[in-house]
């Protein structure tokens, strides 16, 4: 079986894992699952030492993670939060708490900040202090499975490139327990790793998260790079 079909085997069981144990809203299937304790888990992550430190957060747009972006922005944290499937020349949502026109709990909903946030390149960014990612699956070493749609690869990417990011950055993903699995999950070169897991009852310490040097183009079809016009302008350079 290759690399991604195991990947996509993986997804299948958990999806359906957490529709049988009804720890999900039905459909989660292809989805980043949004899961029942999401606001638990958030307020976990919200007592770590990490979190506190942090002042700049980069989020995924996911409902799962909708009660951490909320958190932060009433936290008084800036979030940049990327535009749904990177599907803008400006590919990241500028969430700056004090300047929200409407109160966190909406501004943190990706329908809302694509009305009331501005969009921002990579250039305009500030240094990252925390990654929020999602995921569908995610192993005790920290490797994780998203969607299969490869954004959150790609927007780390970005960022690794353009020295927003560092060793210092932490990458945590939120997730339902059922999610966090023994398996040995496959990777790829392009794959990024997480440094914490944060579920509604613990947090697992992952060690270092791997983190590919930069964009990885042989890993990226012509139509990927065409659909997102960050890439395919930095192809045309």
């Known amino acids: 079986m290759d690399t991604d079909r195991a990947k996509q085997a993986i997804r299948e069981r958990v999806w359906e894992l957490l529709e049988r144990e009804r720890a999900v809203p039905p459909g989660v299937h292809g989805r980043i699952p949004a899961f029942f304790g999401a606001e638990i888990a958030a307020d976990r992550l919200a007592g770590l030492p990490i979190w506190r430190a942090a002042r700049v957060v980069k989020a995924v747009p996911d409902k799962a993670q909708l009660p951490v972006r909320a958190r932060a ?3 008084g944290k800036l979030v ?4 749904p499937k990177l599907a803008d020349a400006l590919p990241f949502y500028l969430l700056d708490p004090a300047a929200l026109p409407v109160p966190p709990s909406e501004a943190a909903s990706s329908k809302i900040a694509a009305k009331v946030a501005r969009k921002i390149g990579v250039d305009e960014m500030r240094p990252v202090d925390l990654i929020v990612c999602g995921s569908v699956a995610v192993n005790h070493r ?32 939120t997730v339902h327990p059922l999610q966090v ?12 790793s997480v440094d914490l897991i944060v579920t509604p009852h613990e947090t697992i310490k992952c060690g270092p998260a791997r983190r590919p040097n930069g964009l990885y183009w042989d890993s990226l079809s012509q139509e990927k790079i065409q659909a997102i016009p960050v890439l395919a302008s930095r192809r045309r350079r």
């Open 73 to 75: 922005l009433a936290e």
């Open 80 to 83: 940049y939060m990327a535009v």
């Open 142 to 173: 920290g490797v994780r499975l998203g969607k299969g749609a490869g954004y959150s690869d790609i927007e780390v990417a970005l960022l690794q490139e353009a020295g927003l990011i560092g060793p210092n950055t932490t990458i945590v993903t």
């Open 181 to 192: 699995v023994d398996d040995e999950l496959p990777e790829t070169k392009h794959d990024f």
